[in-house]
C-alpha cells in the first residue's frame, strides 16, 4: 500500500491538505522499471499475474476510451478493473474532448486508481485519425487542454464534487458504485504517454508543449507514429527529452524494444531517465522485472494460475487468454502443434488438459 493511503491528516476536514500530500510519482522508487500498457494484454487478469510474479514498479490498465464510458459502454469499464496488489496503478485513457477527460478523470478517481495516464501515443488508424493517441502529437493546444481539464476534474473530485453532478451515463454510475470501497478523495497524478512525433521526430518541441501543461510524467516510446513498431526505438531522442524536462519535476520514462532486466538497467544508466516501461518483452513473461528465467514447469503452473484468474474474472468469455497461453509455450517441445490447440481452448478444464501432460511431475508418473 502506498503510504500516502495512511496518511494521519486522513480525517482533517479541509481540502487544502488533499493538494498538499505526495503522490505516488514523487514517492515511487527511482529507477523504476513499469509494465507497459498495451491493450488486449494489460488486462485485469495479466495485471493480478504480473503484480504476483514480476512486480514492476508501476502497472499501467490498457487504454480505456473516454467517449466509450461516457456513452456508457460498460465493455469499455472492465478493463478498469484492479486488484490491490497492482498498486500504484494507473488507468490510461484516451479520447480528444477536454470535457469528456474532466468527466472520466473523476470516475479514474472514484474507482480508487493511483494515477491517471494520458494516451498520446497509439497509432492506430481508427484512434490516431479521430485526433486521440498519437494525433495530438499534431495538436498541443487540445493535448494541453486535455491534461489541464483531466487536472480540474481530479481538483473539484478531491474536494468532494459528487460523480452524480456529472451527467455520466446511468449504467457506469451504477457500475462504479458496485466497485469495491470509497477511496479517500485526494488529488491524483496526471501522465502521458506519447510517441517522438507523428511523421518525423519533434520530441523537443512536443515534450516542451507537454511541460506547460505539467503532467507528473511523460512515457515516451522512442518511434513515431507513422513508424508503427517497426524499425527500432531511437533512445537518443528519449535521452534527449528527458534533458529538456530535467529540473521540471516531471518525470521522464524511456519506452521500447527492452528485452531484459539488463538491457532496462543499461538504458537508464545511458540516458538519465528517471525509469522504463516494458511491454512487448513481457508477453508470457511476467518473470522479467525481477531477471527471472522460469523452468517450463514454472511456466505451464503460471499459465494455469493466469488461466484461473482470468476465467475469475471473465466467466464464459474465455477467448482473451488464449494468447497468453500461447506465449507462455514458447520454446515448449512441440510448442507449434500445441498452440495451435491452445488457440481453440474454451475454458480452464480444457487448458488442463493440454498443459498438464507436459508437467515433468505429471509425465514422470
Ligand atoms: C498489443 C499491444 C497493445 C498496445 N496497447 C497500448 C495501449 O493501450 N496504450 C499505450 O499507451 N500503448 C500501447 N502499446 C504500446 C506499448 O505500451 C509500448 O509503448 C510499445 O509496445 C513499445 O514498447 P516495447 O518495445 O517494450 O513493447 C501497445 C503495444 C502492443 C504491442
Request: proline fraction near 5%; hydrophobic fraction near 40%; include cysteine.
Amino acid at each position: 500500500m502506498c503510504p500516502h493511503r495512511l496518511s494521519p491528516f486522513f480525517t482533517l476536514p479541509n481540502p487544502w491538505y488533499k493538494r498538499m500530500m505526495h503522490h505516488f510519482w514523487q514517492e515511487i522508487k527511482r529507477p523504476l522499471i513499469g509494465l507497459s500498457p498495451m491493450d488486449g494484454v494489460t488486462d485485469p487478469a495479466f495485471r493480478r499475474i504480473a503484480a504476483l510474479h514480476g512486480k514492476p514498479d508501476l502497472i499501467i490498465t490498457e487504454f480505456t476510451s473516454a467517449d466509450g464510458i461516457c456513452h456508457g459502454a460498460e465493455r469499455e469499464l472492465s478493463g478498469l478493473r484492479f486488484d490491490e496488489i497492482e498498486r500504484p496503478v494507473v488507468a490510461q485513457i484516451y479520447g480528444a474532448d477536454p470535457a469528456l477527460f474532466f468527466k472520466v478523470a473523476q470516475l479514474v478517481c472514484e474507482l480508487g486508481f493511483d494515477g491517471l495516464d494520458i494516451n498520446m501515443g497509439c497509432p492506430a488508424k481508427k484512434v490516431s485519425s479521430n485526433g486521440c493517441g498519437a494525433g495530438l502529437i499534431t495538436d498541443p493546444a487540445r493535448a494541453q487542454a486535455i491534461i489541464r481539464s483531466a487536472k480540474e476534474g481530479i481538483k473539484q473530485w478531491a474536494d468532494g464534487a459528487p460523480l452524480s453532478a456529472l451527467n455520466l451515463h446511468p449504467k457506469i454510475v451504477a457500475w462504479a458504485a458496485k466497485q469495491k470501497g470509497k477511496p479517500f478523495r485526494r488529488i491524483i497524478p496526471v501522465s502521458v504517454k506519447t510517441r517522438l512525433g507523428t511523421n518525423r521526430i519533434v520530441i523537443r518541441e512536443w515534450v516542451q508543449h507537454l511541460l506547460d501543461a505539467n503532467p507528473a510524467a511523460i512515457s515516451i516510446h522512442g518511434r513515431t507514429l507513422s513508424q508503427g513498431y517497426s524499425g527500432s526505438a531511437n533512445w537518443e531522442a528519449i535521452y534527449e527529452a528527458a534533458s529538456i524536462a530535467r529540473g521540471s519535476g516531471t518525470l521522464i520514462l524511456g519506452n521500447g524494444d527492452i528485452a531484459t532486466l539488463e538491457e532496462a538497467h543499461q538504458k537508464i544508466r545511458q540516458g538519465g531517465v528517471d525509469g522504463v516501461l516494458i511491454g512487448r518483452s513481457a508477453l508470457g513473461n511476467p518473470w522479467i522485472f525481477q531477471n527471472l528465467y522460469p523452468s517450463y514447469d514454472e511456466r505451464i503452473k503460471v499459465a494455469l494460475e493466469h488461466a484461473a484468474i482470468f476465467q475469475e474474472i471473465n466467466g464464459r468469455y474465455f477467448s482473451g487468454m488464449r494468447k497468453h497461453l500461447g506465449w507462455y509455450c514458447r520454446g515448449f517441445q512441440g510448442a507449434s502443434k500445441l498452440r495451435a490447440q491452445l488457440v481453440r481452448v474454451k475454458d480452464l478444464e480444457e487448458t488442463k488438459e493440454l498443459l498438464l501432460p507436459y508437467l515433468s511431475e505429471v509425465a514422470s508418473l
